[in-house]
């Protein structure tokens, strides 16, 4: 007997005992009201199924006169009535990108689809054994209409190796950095040794056994200059180039992406299980990029408006086929420039899967400490 190939296209002529179902906002009335009304400070079951099965995907869009409010409305997820969320995250980060911002992109798990991004899919399958839970939180100052797709199948049972999908937000607006008062460019943004990563920004920490699967990360640069930016250097680079040049630089040199990625596994503290060399390198992007592009599995959604990096900018990186997994803890870190010299606008989103129970998440900010610099 051959061996069938096991890829999504390839899979899809198999046939399984399985039921498929869906939940919407559709008019039950039979009219065109198709959607939900929730008010300021409600929290809206989306769905509340019980039973074995896997949430596939989650449409919605919605329509509000608030401003920021993709910042200002929370999706939240439980998974067999535990009694903490897996999923609570700011709705316009949990699909993508910050910043309460909204652009058309598309990745594998994740897209937002036209008219100006505002359609939202998640791919990502949410398996649970007892009971799946989907709600909606509206802290905004006005009520929302809420159109939604929640598809999902039914089993008699879930395989006991599926772990359950987490994804949790976090902002530290500015980072912890030092001044750059007295040093040189150079000083400033390249010197300085970081060797316990304690002061990186943290986009994931948890324990349990699991795979972490990626995240999105949107920083808003909080120190532009306005000075002439220098010269650039010959190409092909050479290294006695690169230190005359840097050493050159005035502080119009704002790029805030000199920091290394480092992720910790099981309690490992230094050197970390895996060390990458820089920003833009995790997101799988070079040179201090300033231009939007999207893939399936890494992109920039939003890039930089003004020169030399001024205003705000989102990556995301999705470890589909490299995920990276872990049995007791991960810790996924970034340095904020190189050393944690700056002290800029970092909000990140983590997805991953894990067995419960899982760390309980912190209390999710206020809505002032939520809502994007301007």
């Known amino acids: 007997?051959?061996?069938?190939?096991?890829?999504?296209?390839?899979?899809?002529?198999?046939?399984?005992?399985?039921?498929?179902?869906?939940?919407?906002?559709?008019?039950?009335s039979g009219g065109n009201d198709d959607f939900i009304i929730v008010n300021p400070g409600e929290t809206a079951v989306l769905a509340d199924i019980v039973g074995a099965g896997a949430i596939n995907h989650f449409w919605c869009t919605m329509g509000t006169y608030q401003t920021d409010y993709l910042r200002r409305i929370v999706l939240k997820m439980r998974w067999d009535n535990e009694d903490d969320y897996s999923v609570?995250?700011?709705?316009?980060?949990?699909?993508?990108?910050?910043?309460?911002?909204?652009?058309?992109?598309?990745?594998?798990?994740?897209?937002?689809?036209?008219?100006?991004?505002?359609?939202?899919?998640?791919?990502?399958?949410?398996?649970?054994?007892?009971?799946?839970?989907?709600?909606?939180?509206?802290?905004?100052?006005?009520?929302?209409?809420?159109?939604?797709?929640?598809?999902?199948?039914?089993?008699?049972?879930?395989?006991?190796?599926?772990?359950?999908f987490h994804a949790q937000w976090h902002r530290q607006n500015p980072t912890d950095g030092v001044s750059d008062e007295g040093l040189t460019t150079h000083e400033w943004l390249h010197d300085g040794k970081n060797l316990d990563g304690k002061g990186n920004y943290v986009i994931l920490d948890a324990e349990g056994q699991g795979v972490y699967v990626g995240c999105n990360l949107n920083i808003h640069n909080l120190h532009p200059e306005d000075d002439i930016w220098p010269e650039r250097v010959p190409?092909?680079?050479?290294?006695?180039?690169?230190?005359?040049?840097?050493?050159?630089?005035?502080?119009?040199?704002?790029?805030?992406?000199?920091?290394?990625?480092m992720i910790f596994i099981d309690g490992e503290t230094w050197p970390p299980t895996m060390h990458g060399t820089g920003l833009e390198d995790y997101f799988n992007a070079a040179w201090c990029p300033t231009e939007t592009y999207d893939s399936l599995y890494h992109g920039i959604t939003v890039a930089p408006a003004g020169p030399k990096w001024a205003g705000k900018i989102s990556f995301y990186r999705f470890h589909v086929e490299d995920p990276i997994h872990f049995e007791k803890s991960i810790k996924v870190t970034i340095e904020h420039g190189h050393d944690n010299r700056r002290n800029d606008d970092y909000s990140s989103t983590a997805y991953w899967y894990q067995m419960e129970p899982h760390k309980k998440f912190p209390a999710m900010l206020p809505v002032k400490d939520r809502l994007p610099n301007k």
């Open 235 to 261: 190409w092909p680079l050479r290294l006695e180039d690169l230190k005359d040049w840097n050493a050159a630089l005035p502080k119009a040199y704002s790029w805030f992406g000199e920091g290394d990625d």
């Open 88 to 164: 609570e995250v700011p709705i316009g980060d949990f699909f993508g990108v910050g910043h309460a911002m909204t652009v058309p992109y598309s990745s594998m798990p994740l897209q937002m689809a036209p008219e100006d991004g505002k359609g939202f899919n998640s791919f990502f399958t949410m398996p649970y054994s007892d009971r799946a839970l989907v709600e909606l939180t509206n802290e905004c100052d006005v009520s929302i209409m809420f159109y939604y797709y929640v598809d999902y199948e039914i089993h008699a049972e879930i395989p006991a190796d599926l772990g359950r």
């Open 1 to 28: 007997m051959s061996e069938w190939k096991n890829t999504p296209l390839g899979n899809l002529p198999r046939i399984r005992n399985v039921k498929t179902k869906r939940i919407s906002s559709w008019d039950k």
